[in-house]
């Protein structure tokens, strides 16, 4: 509530100030202009550079105070901060409008100022790329130094079972916790093997006959309804795995006199793989269909016939592109939560058999931090060395798709991708 | 080595069926993809429609000055097990309020046990064969039926099924959006006006320009722990609330703004800017007046389809702590509140078979909205676009 009202305030207050900024500050450029002085600017100029000067300071004292208490938590009391913050914005009010005079060139200064408001704006998408990279890495390293990275990479044994009574202080408690993520690795290897095993050939088959064969009418229909499953969101994807199609592959694994568990790999992966497949066949789509027509034309003059047009040249030049979508999918498929969460088992099960249950590196990150763990505990900071791998995969695997598709682009000249 | 024309045309034929099956063989593939859909949201309908029917029962209420210590003794025992206990709670609370009601009796239509809704809707239930044969009763004398599930829509979660409902959800869903939206569209608006109107062509632009591109294929659990530990951690925003919850999904949906304004951007011609400067309007001037305007169809459409991404994320939300159980609508930005999918995430993981179906029925709800949020932005696109 108190943090509600502190915010409350320092909004009502700045919004206040910039008002009244604006209103004075043109209020007092009209009447100068009115009494026959050319000024340089507008008078709407004058009226943002007062906004400008009065709620700027604010602002930016506010961003600092809160970075402060971030850091050292009880440094001052959140009251005091707005209201030095919004003494500021008075301060720089009065000196603003002060200021408001016809040789001021407040038009150039509100051009620079857009411009680094343009440009701080701009920074925020990098300063998140670099807030999760250490906010992750931070407490990653944190982890490492309670556990073995290099059992965490080779170890076999996962099980952050009891490491909260160390964490307590309790005695004993912590001996049992094991930190070795490989069955982890495997288990989302499986899953994510099992996803690509469904997406990549009805994916890009797909994206062949969009490309290649399909009638304008039927692609107008095919294109939306693909485009819906990419939106269907992955919570519902997860129900779908657990409620229905687990259970199916449960009964058809026991007719043919198999064992299946009811969290096995299977569904989660091949649901998975129908949550990917529009992902792959639309870029593997956009890529076959920007291979240039005279190739096509060069191989069907040859006397081949469409199959083997697209299989021996359109597919092969295209096969960049269809990488990238495919590593895409796979990075995809790695990050994936919600239909493993719901669907996939919860144990650390390193084996082969996909009709097992086996557990992921998504599914630990969650329970690892959705338990009542204290926060600073191994088996809670185990989350974020797992997220740091996670990160760190996906961003390799972005890497090489997006220069394999610029090699692409830059070999056939197509700018639309 | 020769052969003959009989070999070679014998050989066309093969090749072009060939050719004719891989045709076939692809369309197969496009056609799976339809089948999955169709069988997924036939799957769907069949498990959540029965969610949106409720079973009510009509019983006697006996208002005595017992039953406002006991509830359970305002109903007769043969029905008590049948009647939802979360109406029965409620009945010392409806006293208190109206005193009239004491001493009176009076029949009431009340809402029934989720297992009695169960068996009226044909599904399997726990109920013992002496309750089945009391339904059974009721069915016959009229007093027991399937009503419209006004509750779903309602009330807020509840432990009990039938009176489990989205209320709070939908409220914190709106509530979460309305962060979202107020952080990353502007946010997303000037980065994209910076990189397609200000920005030098130099090595920091093509660094943001890459960065944006990676900001978009980083998996959104990433993000949740991003917000854990920055948000929560750091700048200490409560817990599960919507203000923590929005910012987190606002850095999420960032990109997908940011791309499809850039795209939106680009597209106006030129020739506007060099109007504009060419009767003195500077930089600023001119993107205010004159290429925002043109190009905020596009921009509103990409919005309003990053709203629809960040209305059904779960996985970052998880992980800050927005699956808590919410009985009560949130009524302001830093209290405790759910969403949505982290409903249908919560709902999903209880052992009741009612829970099945509300669901299904829950994720009926969130397909709507977001169909309509997704037909909404396809409709702008097709009536606002302009073809230069």
Known sequence: ?417 | MSQSLDDISRQLKKRHRKSARMKWLSFGALLLAGVFLVLFLADMLIKGLPAFQQAYIQVEVNYSERASELPLAAVEADVRELVSRGYLRLIPNRMEANPDLLGTQRMEWVLADDEVDQYLQGADSSLSAKHKAVVDRLTEAGRAELQFNTGFFTNGDSKLPEMAGLASAAVGSVMLLIVTLAFAFPVGVMTAVYLEEFAPDNRFTRFIDVNINNLAAIPSILFGLLGLAIFINFFGAPRSSALAGGLTLGLMTLPIIIITARAALSSVPDSIRHAAFGVGATRWQTVRDHVLPLSMPGILTGSIIGMAQALGETAPLIIIGMIAFIPDAPTSFTQAATVLPAQIYTWASMPESAYVERTAAGIIVLLSVLITLNATAVYLRKKFEHRW
């Not at chain 1, 500050?25 to 009115?34: D, M």
């Not at chain 1, 793989?273 to 639309?282: N, T």
């Not at chain 1, 939560?337 to 996909?354: E, F, S």
């Not at chain 1, 926060?375 to 185990?382: D, E, V």
């Open chain 1, 1 to 417: 509530m108190q943090t509600d009202q502190i915010l409350m305030t320092f909004f009502a207050g700045v919004i206040l100030l910039g008002a009244l900024g604006f209103y004075l500050g043109r209020s007092k450029a009209a009447r100068t202009r009115a009494g026959g002085t050319h000024m340089h600017s507008q008078p709407d100029q004058y009226a943002w550079f007062a906004v400008l000067s009065s709620a700027g300071p604010a602002i930016i004292a506010a961003a600092l105070a809160a970075i402060v208490l971030g850091v050292l938590e009880t440094a001052f009391p959140g009251w005091l901060a707005v209201a030095s913050a919004l003494g500021l914005g008075a301060i720089g009010l009065f000196l603003g409008l002060n200021r408001i005079r016809p040789e001021l060139r407040a038009r150039d200064s509100l051009e620079r100022t857009v411009k680094w408001v343009l440009l701080g704006a701009a920074s925020v998408s990098v300063l998140t790329t670099f807030g999760i990279l250490f906010s992750i890495l931070f407490e990653a390293i944190r982890f490492f130094q309670m556990e073995s990275f290099w059992y965490f990479i080779t170890g076999t044994e996962w099980s952050p079972g009891d490491s909260f009574l160390a964490a307590a202080g309790r005695e004993g408690g912590g001996d049992g916790a094991m930190f070795g993520a490989l069955p982890l690795f495997a288990g989302t290897f499986m899953i994510t093997a099992i996803a690509m095993l469904v997406a990549v050939p009805i994916g890009v088959s797909a994206a062949i006959y969009m490309a290649e064969y399909a009638p304008p009418v039927l692609r107008d229909v095919a294109k939306p309804v693909l485009e819906v499953l990419a939106g269907i969101p992955t919570v519902v994807y997860g129900f779908f795995a657990a409620i229905t199609v687990a259970p199916l592959i449960v009964a058809v694994a026991e007719s043919v006199g198999l064992e299946a568990s009811f969290s096995n790999a299977l569904a989660p992966g091949i649901v998975m793989g129908i949550m990917i497949i529009p992902f792959i066949s639309s870029l593997s789509d956009d890529v076959i269909s920007s291979v240039p027509t005279a190739m096509r034309q060069g191989s069907l003059a040859l006397g081949t016939t469409r199959n083997e047009t697209i299989r021996y040249v359109v597919l092969p030049a295209a096969l960049p592109g269809i990488i990238s979508a495919t590593l895409l999918g796979v990075s995809r498929a790695l990050g994936e939560t919600m239909i493993v969460v719901m669907a996939a088992g919860m144990r650390p099960n390193l084996t082969a058999n996909p009709l097992e249950d086996m557990t992921t590196v998504t599914v630990s990150i969650v329970s690892a931090l959705t338990g009542d763990n204290e926060f600073g505990s191994a088996a809670t900071l185990s989350a974020f060395a797992l997220g740091l791998v996670l990160f760190v995969v996906t961003l390799a695997l972005n890497f090489v798709s997006v220069m394999m598709i610029r090699r692409f682009r830059a070999k056939y000249a197509v700018n639309n991708l």
